[in-house]
């Protein structure tokens, strides 16, 4: 860029424009045009000022040229003044040089490479996408209070949690992960950004920030050369300052503390911000894995029963051995089926909502659960809420559950305790 040296000028994008001016034709020419603003020439919409340097040696024979590479520079200059589209031919009305009055159709393609953007002509950075999304750790959103939430993942389980205790929708958790591995920059808009104010950056409407693993690259060696090794994973860091929006409703943002200026689409950033905690919990109302339990207490319509599991593994006559599980309530063996499906109901459980307070109900619960496994005791109540909805109460955590589903896991007890119908 002729007045400031620095600006990272993309080759690519200019070599392709100049590409375009090597041979201009014309389908059609309207010579001696009088009502130059009929065809947008009296005030341009562009004007393309083309400098072409010749060069001639000195000398007047062969060896003379030889011996001395002297060279003179002829320069020309040419100024294309671009005017409307027709857009029944797709192609602009032009004209050149100091005569105004000959006016050249031209096809839009030689002419729309110049009609760019400054940045358009830039070479930015890429996004800086991270190649394997599953080795994502940590995602962090910070902004207002109610802009605020931390995701981070279980090493091992691999289950996402909110804190210590609030295990996360795993679906939704992962949804957040997974465009971090595609996600690119809209627009550039500054290269060497002084005033982040400008912006909205110098206190940005939110941060995003991302702790992942990345392979770290290797060397090859002699000693390596044709080895496959583990390879070493290294901690990395990737934080978004997100800034003000955009005419068109994208943001601007900054991207590891660099002072480059782009924009992320809205669509791009919709997935991180406005949202709180709330909207990744996780709607499973209580899931213990049947293997798990030990006993399993049941209070419901006055009667009180306890399940017990025991498990025993037998060996078939061929050596294969598997674990065959018995359900007593109160001592006798129950069905089988009539447990399991009762069972199944319990623990697959979804609620709809869920209420950010504890449940305050001074009547009794319709149903207790408890659960008794190696980790120790649990307690889950079902209490009626409105024509919608029931409340299960579990720790300190309210669940607003479909009362069709309640009802029909009401229905399977039923037919475990060996109830008559009404």
Request: glycine letters at 6%; aromatic letters at 10%.
């Amino acid at each position: 860029k002729k007045d400031e040296e620095a600006f990272p000028v993309n080759q690519t994008t200019l070599d392709e424009a100049v590409s375009f001016l090597t041979d201009i034709e014309s389908d059609r020419v309207l010579e001696e045009a009088e009502n130059l603003e009929q065809y947008g020439l009296d005030e341009p919409s562009n004007t393309i000022k083309i400098k072409v340097e010749t060069s001639k040696s000195k000398g007047n024979s062969e060896e003379s040229v030889e011996k001395d590479n002297v060279k003179e520079v002829d320069e020309n200059e040419t100024t294309l003044r671009i005017g409307d589209l027709n857009e029944a031919s797709n192609q602009y009305y032009v004209s050149k040089g100091e005569d105004r009055n000959t006016v050249y159709l031209v096809d839009s393609g030689v002419i729309e490479p110049f009609s760019k953007s400054l940045y358009e002509y830039a070479e930015g950075e890429d996004f800086p996408a991270i190649a394997d999304t599953s080795e994502i750790k940590k995602i962090t959103v910070t902004g207002a209070e109610e802009l605020s939430y931390v995701l981070e993942k279980e090493e091992g389980t691999g289950f996402w949690y909110l804190g210590e205790d609030e295990k996360a929708d795993s679906a939704k958790a992962s949804s957040l992960a997974a465009p971090f591995g595609s996600m690119a920059y809209d627009s550039f808009v500054d290269y060497d950004c002084e005033d982040l104010s400008e912006y909205g950056l110098d206190k940005p409407y939110a941060l995003i920030e991302v702790d992942y693993l990345e392979e770290e690259p290797e060397e090859e060696t002699e000693e390596t050369e044709g080895k496959t090794e583990e390879p070493e994973m290294i901690e990395k860091h990737l934080k978004i300052a997100v800034g003000n929006e955009t005419g068109d409703g994208d943001r601007y943002v900054c991207v590891n503390d660099s002072n480059q200026i782009y924009t992320l689409s809205s669509d791009a950033l919709a997935s991180y911000l406005d949202k709180t905690e709330a909207d990744f919990w996780d709607m499973a109302v209580k899931s213990v894995a049947m293997t798990d339990v030990e006993k399993l207490g049941i209070e419901y319509k006055g009667e009180k029963h306890e399940v017990n599991v025991s498990r025993e593994t037998l060996e078939s006559e061929d050596g294969e051995t598997e674990e065959k599980s018995t359900y007593l309530m109160d001592g006798d063996e129950v069905n089988e089926t009539d447990f399991t499906t009762f069972y199944n109901k319990l623990n697959n459980m979804i609620a709809e909502r869920r209420l950010t307070e504890k449940l305050e109900s001074e009547g009794t619960p319709e149903m207790v659960i408890t659960y008794v496994t190696d980790e120790g005791e649990s307690k889950v109540e079902y209490y009626a809420y409105d024509t919608n909805y029931y409340a299960v109460q579990v720790d300190r955590k309210t669940y607003l559950v479909n009362k069709m589903t309640i009802k029909s896991m009401f229905e399977a007890c039923e037919t475990l305790f060996g109830m008559e119908e009404e």
